[in-house]
């Protein structure tokens, strides 16, 4: 860089001041020898030092910067106000372009004639104006084939999405409408923008049309350069805002747009009161409810871009029902923001939250989930509680600040899946014309804009901010690397003089922020998990961390406390940026950074009945309960940087010139600090003292017209020089490299001017410039011969030298070391000594190890050989023997088969028959049973309906009136009497022949057991007695026939037969007891054990019940009654005993016992069925009695 001059008197300069403008315009005034000015400005005057003062020149504003007389600070911001008071918003520093927002239309800056005006045209041929960056990418695509980008930066209200959209609109131009499907993504393209802009555009202190979201957008052509795709990519939404917004700002523009601007019966319909907003909490501000006139403002704003935002959706592909599905989604997360104000009773743990039942149901209905379930979710969560080898699930009511915190996380979690399915829908809008086309991405270029969020420091900086503010830190380095140090390195590369600068350097902010990151994720991650984090621990370890690393020891620390800012310990900390220091606090941050939703809540989305909300599900919705927007917003952040690198960058700086969004006030101080923050300064002053204009030497060729055509057969750079001479260029603005000549700001347009011209050079200037260029040749081949006759000597002497440089190297080393050679020479014959007597030594030892060998080897062969011919001799008789003992063993084994089989065989036959008998006898038994038992039925039926007839009819029907003397009615009483009796002889009977058929049951049981098995073969012999004769004579059998396991068969079967032949003696037994009391004696069988154990059974009934038959028998009841009862429940006793010993039996470890349940089971059926046939007989018999005696 050029030293600065000392000032003189009456010099014009800028002094530095602390007022509402930065700088002071002065004149010099008389000089000190302390370096002290006096400065007589125009209302006072000052005393400063020289090193403050900034010159300043009295002449006409530029358009680039770089062609101010005197480069400083100063006087590029008087540059830019003398311009904006001009209207003249764009100013140029190189090819870097500088836009101040005006916050009015300017007419005839912009539209197709400016389009066309522009097109074609270099950088500096015309005003500075976005259309000329935009001209220059688009022509480089073209021509060099290679990606070009654009990043627009600059604080929010400075004009970058506006900007954006210029660049946007010139692309559309330049790149024309060839075919249709051109037409519709140039189209789609300028109305995606409102869309992007209605649901991520907000109303700030500092701008009425905030971008909210960082986006790259990327426009495609092909080798022609005509537009063939687009995409758009969205980093950091500030969802936040859905939910939370300051004083005096507003939420996302499409909720007032929605009220403003659908139809009174969709309102209606989504029950929504667009003339009393302020009763929506999601939308109220305070400035909302202090001053009505605030909101009015923007109402017809809001009603006109809800009719352009439907436009816009439906040229992208949204159809009506899409469009309402949106809208209804908005309108559900209204009423869910009316939920907010709803509190519990704290002193009650066990109470939950107060919520109002008609919203609740309005948001559930709109949004598809069910009220109840809704609620739930939000009045309680779940707590899963481990204990050792289970889980357990609890509800817990939620607090008020937990009720929040999960309303406000499903409010955020919709909008911001809401906003990134718009998204991807507009990008599916292209990818459909693109896929129409068939082209392959391949053989595309792009263009990227950049429209990325300004540094922001607000009253309040949150977890948001700090983001912001990373990705400007990182863009701000980004510049710095690829513009400032690239213009270092390029002046190196071709030879160039480079003054070194104090170039900033944001690497230990980033650094600090990306540990901060760091240690929010762990915190972050721990109360995901349930561990005891909280927001107070997580900034306290971020500021003690810091506080131990001496590089962010003053980059990151905590804030300072004063009476007018009182804050509080561990709530937030300072952050020292490029742009100044930030205080963020730290409140919240542990929940914003967790990109998961609440399961509960998650749960409801994927439950909806609403099909766009259901689609609003996480797909990855694994088993972490956290997932870090940090570290994921710094992935995108880095991809982003990656994507720039592959692209050739134009910049585009924008600037805000007051706070207050007016139009003509420039507030210097807040332009300057702009204007520093953004590194302008430094650029300024590179392009400014170096050169900023730099064409490859075949670039310049398309001057030729401007020379003769003699001078075409010099070289390049000759003819470069001589163009530059030929027109006066001075000196100082020009510069050849290596590869490119470098040209001061203006010189090149001169040049463009003069071809356009069409003007001719001064031929006698030619002919100076010939002789010149002749002279220089003459000279530079007189410096060639005198170079080539010097080379050789010069290489001569250098071999001289350097021969007896190692001539005498040699002969040093030679009497240095040949006594050590000596030495070394003598150790290696010694060693060569040893090594020759080792080897003999080896050698006698492999000699007398090969003789022992061959010996140990013959002996073995001997071996060998005597045990073979042991082998051939006896082997055949020995395989001979063992062939007749394998051939008698098959035949032993054959013949105990043969045994085993025709054994088996009659077995399963005597089986098979005797189940077939068994079979036959139970299904006849069976049959006959269920026969008796219907007679018996229908007979006592009948029984019955007779006796109630004689009763009712024959009983008093015979009683003549006249009977009324005590004697007649005794004579009727006896006569009726001796019809009973004969009456119950008949019935006598007829229980008589039902106990012959009883009785021939149990013949038939007497035959069963007569026909019962007997044992035969081998079981018969081995239990019959055995005497000495039947030993002798007792015939041989196989193996097979006398294995232990078939005798143990045999025996197992014959035990078990007997058994069943002891239960049916039993069960007969039984049988004949019951029937003792109606058969007669001769026919009864002999009284057992079992008898004798029924009767004093029966006794201890009588004792325990104390039933005596003299006492307790009314007159007419027959003993047989009680007898009855007795009998019965003795019956009931047995039943009871019986199962139980037949569940004993199940459990018994004998394999006997375990096979006797199924018949222990079959004998208990038979005898219930015994008693239910004699209880039906002698009830009948009893019933019958009991009429007889009540007549």
């Known amino acids: 860089m050029l030293q600065s001059k000392e000032f003189q008197v009456d010099d014009l300069v800028y002094v530095p001041c602390e007022g509402k403008a930065p700088f002071l315009r002065g004149r010099v005034q008389a000089l000190r020898e302390d370096e002290v000015l006096v400065v007589q400005t125009e209302h006072a005057t000052i005393t400063a030092a020289s090193t403050e003062l900034r010159r300043c020149f009295d002449g006409d504003v530029c358009q680039d910067n770089t062609s101010l007389v005197y480069l400083n600070d100063a006087t590029i911001l008087q540059n830019l106000k003398a311009r904006h008071q001009a209207d003249d918003i764009y100013t140029y520093t190189a090819s870097v372009l500088l836009a101040v927002n005006p916050y009015h239309d300017i007419e005839g800056l912009y539209g197709p004639e400016q389009c066309a005006r522009y097109r074609g045209k270099h950088i500096g041929a015309l005003p500075p104006h976005p259309y000329a960056i935009a001209d220059a990418a688009y022509r480089a695509l073209v021509r060099e084939h290679r990606n070009q980008g654009f990043i627009i930066s600059g604080e929010s209200g400075a004009g970058k999405t506006e900007t954006a959209k210029i660049v946007m609109q010139y692309l559309g131009y330049v790149s024309g409408s060839s075919n249709n499907i051109t037409a519709q993504i140039q189209q789609r393209i300028l109305q995606a923008q409102p869309i992007l802009e209605s649901f991520g555009n907000a109303v700030t202190m500092r701008n009425n049309n905030s971008s909210r979201f960082g986006k790259y957008k990327r426009f495609f052509f092909d080798e022609t350069g005509t537009l063939m795709d687009a995409g758009v990519t969205t980093y950091l939404l500030e969802s936040s805002r859905v939910v939370m917004h300051s004083s005096s700002e507003r939420t996302y523009h499409c909720f007032y747009e929605m009220l403003s601007g659908l139809p009174k019966e969709k309102l209606l319909r989504w029950h929504l009161e667009p003339t009393k907003r302020k009763r929506h909490l999601l939308l109220a501000s305070d400035a909302e409810d202090t001053d009505e006139k605030w909101h009015g403002e923007f109402q017809e704003r809001d009603a006109k871009n809800f009719r352009r935002l439907c436009d816009a959706l439906a040229v992208v592909g949204f159809s009506q029902d899409d469009m309402d599905s949106t809208f209804q989604v908005l309108a559900g997360l209204v009423h869910l923001g009316d939920l907010s104000?709803?509190?519990?009773?704290?002193?009650?743990?066990?109470?939950?939250?107060?919520?109002?039942?008609?919203?609740?149901?309005?948001?559930?209905?709109?949004?598809?989930?069910?009220?109840?379930?809704?609620?739930g979710a939000l009045r309680r969560r779940k707590v899963r509680v481990t204990h050792p080898g289970r889980e357990s699930l609890h509800e817990v009511p939620r607090t008020t600040a937990q009720f929040r915190h999960a309303l406000h996380s499903l409010i955020k979690a919709l909008y911001k899946r809401l906003f990134e399915r718009l998204v991807f829908r507009i990008n599916g809008s292209f990818q459909e014309l693109q896929a129409a086309r068939g082209h392959c991405e391949e053989e595309l270029r792009e263009i990227g804009i950049l429209d990325i969020y300004g540094f922001e420091r607000l009253q309040r900086n949150?977890?948001?901010?700090?983001?912001?503010?990373?990705?400007?830190?990182?863009?701000?380095?980004?510049?710095?690397?690829?513009?400032?140090?690239?213009?270092?390195?390029?002046?190196?590369?071709?030879?160039?003089?480079?003054?070194?600068?104090?170039?900033?350097?944001?690497?230990?902010?980033?650094?600090?922020?990306?540990?901060?990151?760091?240690?929010?994720?762990?915190?972050?991650?721990?109360?995901?998990?349930?561990?005891?984090?909280?927001?107070?621990?997580?900034?306290?370890?971020?500021?003690?961390?810091?506080?131990?690393?001496?590089?962010?020891?003053?980059?990151?620390?905590?804030?300072?406390?004063?009476?007018?800012?009182?804050?509080?310990?561990?709530?937030?900390?300072?952050?020292?940026?490029?742009?100044?220091?930030?205080?963020?606090?730290?409140?919240?941050?542990?929940?914003?950074?967790?990109?998961?939703?609440?399961?509960?809540?998650?749960?409801?989305?994927?439950?909806?009945?609403?099909?766009?909300?259901?689609?609003?599900?996480?797909?990855?919705?694994?088993?972490?309960?956290?997932?870090?927007?940090?570290?994921?917003?710094?992935?995108?952040?880095?991809?982003?940087?990656?994507?720039?690198?592959?692209?050739?960058?134009?910049?585009?700086?924008?600037?805000?010139?007051?706070?207050?969004?007016?139009?003509?006030?420039?507030?210097?101080?807040?332009?300057?600090?702009?204007?520093?923050?953004?590194?302008?300064?430094?650029?300024?002053?590179?392009?400014?003292d170096g050169y900023p204009n730099r064409c490859r030497f075949q670039e310049m060729l398309r001057f030729r017209d401007l020379l003769p055509e003699s001078f075409q057969r010099y070289g390049t750079r000759t003819f470069i020089e001589a163009l530059l001479l030929a027109y006066n260029v001075p000196k100082e603005d020009w510069a050849l490299g290596t590869s490119r000549l470098f040209l001061r700001a203006g010189q090149l347009k001169a040049l463009e001017d003069l071809r356009s011209a069409g003007a001719a050079p001064d031929p006698?200037?030619?002919?100076?410039?010939?002789?010149?260029?002749?002279?220089?040749?003459?000279?530079?081949?007189?410096?060639?011969?005198?170079?080539?006759?010097?080379?050789?000597?010069?290489?001569?002497?250098?071999?001289?030298?350097?021969?007896?440089?190692?001539?005498?190297?040699?002969?040093?080393?030679?009497?240095?070391?040949?006594?050590?050679?000596?030495?070394?020479?003598?150790?290696?014959?010694?060693?060569?000594?040893?090594?020759?007597?080792?080897w003999r030594v080896a050698m006698h030892v492999v000699r007398l190890t090969g003789s022992w060998m061959a010996q140990a080897q013959a002996r073995r062969l001997q071996k060998a050989m005597r045990k073979f011919w042991r082998l051939r001799t006896r082997l055949p008789e020995w395989v001979a023997l063992k062939a007749e003992e394998a051939r008698l063993e098959e035949e032993r084994r054959r013949a105990e088969e043969e045994a085993r089989l025709e054994e088996e065989r009659r077995r399963e036959e005597h089986e098979a028959k005797l189940e077939e008998e068994r079979r036959r006898a139970e299904e006849e038994a069976k049959l006959e049973e269920e026969r008796r038992m219907a007679e018996e039925e229908a007979r006592l039926e009948e029984e019955r309906k007779r006796a109630e007839e004689e009763v009712t009819e024959d009983g008093w029907s015979n009683i003549s009136p006249d009977l009324n003397s005590r004697q007649n009615l005794i004579d009727f009483l006896a006569l009726r009497c001796k019809q009973v009796e004969t009456e119950m002889q008949k019935k006598q009977t007829e229980i008589q022949n039902d106990m012959n058929d009883l009785l021939k049951r149990h013949e038939m049981m007497e035959s069963r057991l007569n026909s019962s098995y007997q044992p035969q073969g081998q079981l018969a012999l081995a239990l019959a007695p055995m005497s000495p004769e039947s030993l002798q004579?007792?015939?041989?059998?196989?193996?097979?026939?006398?294995?232990?396991?078939?005798?143990?068969?045999?025996?197992?079967?014959?035990?078990?037969?007997?058994?069943?032949?002891?239960?049916?003696?039993?069960?007969?037994?039984?049988?004949?007891?019951?029937?003792?009391?109606?058969?007669?004696?001769?026919?009864?069988?002999?009284?057992?054990?079992?008898?004798?154990?029924?009767?004093?059974?029966?006794?201890?009934?009588?004792?325990?019940?104390?039933?005596?038959?003299?006492?307790?028998?009314?007159?007419?009841?027959?003993?047989?009654?009680?007898?009855?009862?007795?009998?019965?429940?003795w019956w009931a006793q047995q039943r009871r005993a019986l199962f139980k010993e037949t569940q004993l039996s199940c459990e018994s470890e004998d394999p006997r016992t375990r096979a006797f349940p199924a018949r222990y089971t079959r004998v208990v059926r038979r005898r219930a069925r015994l008693d239910e046939r004699c209880g039906a007989v002698f009830g009948a018999q009893s019933c019958k009695l009991k009429r007889l005696q009540s007549i």
């Open 341 to 375: 104000l709803a509190e519990r009773d704290e002193g009650d743990e066990t109470s939950t939250v107060q919520l109002d039942e008609e919203i609740l149901a309005k948001a559930a209905g709109l949004l598809g989930m069910d009220a109840t379930e809704l609620a």
């Open 462 to 688: 949150s977890f948001e901010q700090l983001c912001i503010n990373l990705a400007n830190e990182r863009l701000q380095q980004y510049f710095v690397e690829n513009v400032l140090v690239a213009e270092e390195a390029l002046y190196r590369r071709e030879g160039l003089p480079w003054y070194g600068l104090q170039l900033p350097d944001s690497t230990p902010v980033v650094s600090a922020i990306s540990q901060t990151f760091r240690i929010l994720d762990e915190c972050s991650q721990q109360l995901a998990k349930g561990f005891e984090k909280t927001d107070e621990s997580f900034c306290q370890k971020t500021v003690d961390e810091a506080q131990k690393d001496p590089e962010r020891r003053e980059l990151l620390r905590a804030p300072r406390t004063s009476k007018k800012r009182p804050t509080l310990m561990n709530e937030g900390f300072v952050v020292k940026h490029y742009a100044g220091q930030v205080e963020y606090s730290t409140k919240g941050w542990l929940d914003k950074n967790n990109d998961r939703l609440l399961p509960e809540c998650e749960e409801l989305i994927c439950d909806s009945t609403f099909e766009l909300v259901a689609s609003l599900k996480d797909d990855d919705q694994g088993k972490a309960p956290f997932r870090s927007i940090s570290k994921k917003y710094c992935t995108d952040l880095e991809h982003l940087l990656q994507t720039l690198s592959t692209c050739q960058l134009h910049y585009i700086r924008c600037f805000k010139p007051n706070d207050f969004q007016q139009a003509a006030v420039f507030d210097e101080q807040l332009v300057l600090d702009q204007i520093v923050q953004c590194g302008t300064v430094e650029l300024v002053k590179i392009m400014h």
């Open 764 to 838: 006698v200037r030619l002919q100076q410039i010939v002789r010149r260029i002749i002279r220089a040749k003459w000279l530079r081949a007189a410096h060639a011969v005198r170079l080539c006759l010097y080379v050789p000597r010069f290489l001569s002497a250098v071999r001289a030298k350097r021969a007896e440089e190692t001539l005498a190297t040699r002969a040093l080393l030679m009497g240095r070391l040949r006594l050590q050679l000596d030495r070394a020479r003598c150790r290696l014959r010694e060693k060569h000594r040893r090594a020759l007597r080792r």
């Open 1033 to 1129: 004579h007792r015939p041989s059998v196989g193996r097979a026939a006398h294995t232990p396991s078939s005798v143990y068969q045999e025996k197992r079967r014959h035990s078990i037969l007997v058994d069943d032949r002891q239960n049916w003696q039993e069960q007969r037994a039984f049988i004949m007891e019951d029937l003792q009391k109606t058969s007669t004696p001769s026919r009864l069988s002999p009284p057992s054990p079992r008898t004798e154990e029924k009767n004093r059974c029966i006794k201890t009934f009588k004792k325990c019940t104390q039933i005596d038959g003299s006492k307790s028998r009314s007159p007419g009841t027959p003993v047989k009654d009680e007898e009855l009862q007795l009998q019965r429940q």
